[in-house]
Nanobody
Framework: QAQVVESGGGLVQAGGSLRLSCAAS????????MAWFRQAPGNQREWVAS???????TYASSVKGRFAVSRDNSHNTVYLQMNSLKPEDTAVYYC??????WGRGTQVTVSS
């Protein structure tokens, strides 16, 4: 069964950085568009960033210039490098791809 496992979240002060990881199994992340989403308490899940099979990246306007999505094909893992974090980035972050169920996500908390 194809699935992803997110990790790397934590508590960080505003202005800090975190790198999230998304380990995929049962799906070749290098052949698919993979995406990061996030959901803050009381809010709907929102798209954050995507990386295509060709390595093209796109970002939500709220994170553009601060976040970077990348992929390690040898480890079938997608990353989200998050810099200059803000309290409004606090959320559970999820990784997904085609026909994948949502994973458990990883909590990111940014203190002011």
């Amino acid at each position: 069964q194809a699935q992803v496992v997110e990790s790397g979240g934590g508590l960080v002060q505003a202005g800090g950085s975190l790198r999230l990881s998304c380990a995929a199994s049962g799906i070749d992340a290098s052949r698919n568009t993979m995406a990061w989403f996030r959901q803050a308490p009381g809010n709907q899940r929102e798209w954050v960033a995507s990386i295509t099979n060709r390595g093209g990246t796109t970002y939500a306007s709220s994170v553009k210039g601060r976040f970077a999505v990348s992929r390690d094909n040898s480890h079938n893992t997608v990353y989200l490098q998050m810099n200059s974090l803000k309290p409004e980035d606090t959320a559970v972050y999820y990784c997904t791809g085609p026909s994948l169920a949502w994973g458990r996500g990883t909590q990111v908390t940014v203190s002011s």
